[in-house]
């Protein structure tokens, strides 16, 4: 296993093949592992059509409603879509162009997009230790990252932050659970 920082950086020889998430139309939650009862939150309130630089909100909410239920739609060799339960068709959308390196806050964009293409398809990998990961395709360096250091209760509109990171420290591992 490759590390910088503390972080793994693509050990694909320790990935566990995550055949329990194959399920077409899964329907899940995705905690995060460091900070219980954070869940990943979209809210695509308005979005129609296709924007290049993406739509939409990504941030954490504390539990889960319906911004926080998404589809998991396979490709196989680990790799999905991850679409919004709440708004049909839009999709979680990573741009990390920009993540180069580990930065201690994070980088790159995470928002979503009307539709799935390659900003918008990734790899859920469960490590050995039972948690997930989840990388970018189109940009296999970069991870999602889910900081909710400061969410300690509902607020409407989410709060917490949601980017990418290069490689996976204990802000990109993740528990995914089917509903």
């Known amino acids: 296993m490759s590390h910088a920082m503390g972080l793994a950086l693509e050990p694909e020889a320790d990935m566990v093949k995550s055949e329990a998430l194959d399920r077409p139309g899964l329907v899940v939650t995705i905690e995060s592992v460091t900070y219980p009862n954070v869940f990943l939150r979209l809210d695509a309130r308005g979005v129609t059509s296709f924007n290049s630089a993406g739509v939409g909100k990504v941030n954490c909410q504390f539990g889960a409603g319906?911004?926080?239920?998404?589809?998991?739609?396979?490709?196989?060799?680990?790799?999905?879509?991850?679409?919004?339960?709440?708004?049909?068709?839009?999709?979680?959308?990573?741009?990390?162009?920009?993540?180069?390196?580990?930065?201690?806050?994070?980088?790159?964009?995470?928002?979503?997009?009307?539709?799935?293409?390659?900003?918008?398809?990734?790899?859920?990998?469960?490590?050995?230790?039972?948690?997930?990961?989840?990388?970018?395709?189109?940009?296999?360096?970069?991870?999602?990252?889910m900081d909710g250091s400061d969410v300690h209760s509902h607020h409407g509109g989410g709060a917490g932050t949601v980017n990418a990171q290069y490689g996976v420290g204990y802000l990109e591992k993740f528990q995914i659970t089917a509903l």
């Open 66 to 145: 319906e911004y926080e239920k998404f589809i998991l739609r396979p490709y196989g060799n680990n790799e999905y879509s991850i679409e919004s339960f709440q708004f049909p068709n839009v999709y979680l959308r990573m741009d990390g162009a920009t993540v180069t390196s580990h930065q201690g806050s994070g980088s790159g964009i995470v928002n979503g997009q009307f539709g799935a293409m390659a900003y918008e398809r990734f790899v859920i990998r469960q490590e050995v230790d039972g948690e997930y990961s989840i990388r970018s395709v189109q940009f296999p360096q970069a991870y999602l990252r």
